[in-house]
């Protein structure tokens, strides 16, 4: 009977922090395979895992060890961690192929929470003292009347000549962010002003009045600029 009544005695193999409770208190559990778990326990919170969910796209570019930095939606701060495992187990939603990625991180002061969403940007690649360019560059098409009479093949950027002809030179990008492209084995374009893109009367006249237009912001109605107030309605 003292054998019997030590078993009814649950007690964690480890210290640490009850996050779930399954069951309450003068229920009956069994110990089987499919027993419900009696308590979720996180034995430290001071170091934390977040998983996440990677496109297959983009899992290439993912190894262990790279730095991570996320923000969770109860802080207004960045946290920093490393890639320490990268799961083989794929899942597929709406025909989107995802693998899980899961990121060790320090947790300052035990601000972060289990369960807590976050949002990371993985460094895939640095590189540090290289020369750069704009990536609209890159995707600059010259109209039909400015092109070279000989265009090279490949990925080109356009200069402007001295006789006001466009110049096609071709160039072998590096790791690239979406706003900038490295270039490679390009020190003699370091400091040269590459073509974005043609300029339009609106952005001439912003540049000449010494402001800035976004082409993108909502379009407002003009109000009389006599009386300073909205033209009457018609009848």
């Not at 193999?13 to 069994?30: A, C, Q, S, Y």
């Not at 983009?58 to 799961?87: C, L, S």
């Not at 939603?93 to 899961?102: A, D, E, K, R, S």
Request: hydrophobic share 40%.
């Amino acid at each position: 009977a003292k054998a019997d009544l030590d078993y009814c005695t649950i007690r964690s193999p480890v210290n640490g922090f009850v996050i779930d409770r399954k069951v309450e208190e003068g229920e009956t559990v069994v110990s089987s395979y499919n027993a419900v778990p009696v308590l979720t326990i996180a034995e430290d919170l001071k170091t934390v895992w977040v998983e996440a969910t990677v496109p297959e796209a983009d899992v290439g570019n993912i190894q262990v060890g790279q730095e991570v930095t996320f923000t969770a939606d109860a802080y207004r701060r960045k946290f920093r961690g490393k890639v320490k495992q990268v799961r083989r187990a794929h899942t597929t939603t709406n025909n989107v192929v995802t693998y899980p990625i899961i990121i060790e991180a320090e947790n300052p002061d035990e601000m972060l929470f289990p369960g807590m969403t976050a949002t990371l940007s993985i460094e895939t690649a640095r590189v540090e003292d290289v020369v750069v360019v704009s990536a609209a560059a890159l995707r600059f098409r010259p109209k039909e009347e400015d092109r070279p009479a000989e265009l090279p093949r490949g990925r080109k950027l356009f200069f402007a000549g001295a006789d006001g002809k466009l110049e096609a030179v071709v160039v072998t990008e590096g790791v690239s962010d979406g706003s900038f492209t490295e270039l490679l084995n390009a020190e003699a374009l370091e400091g040269k002003e590459a073509v974005v893109g043609y300029e339009t009367p609106a952005t001439l006249a912003a540049k000449q009045g010494g402001e800035t237009t976004n082409p993108f912001a909502p379009k407002f109605p003009q109000r009389n600029k006599n009386k300073g107030t909205a033209p009457e309605p018609k009848r």
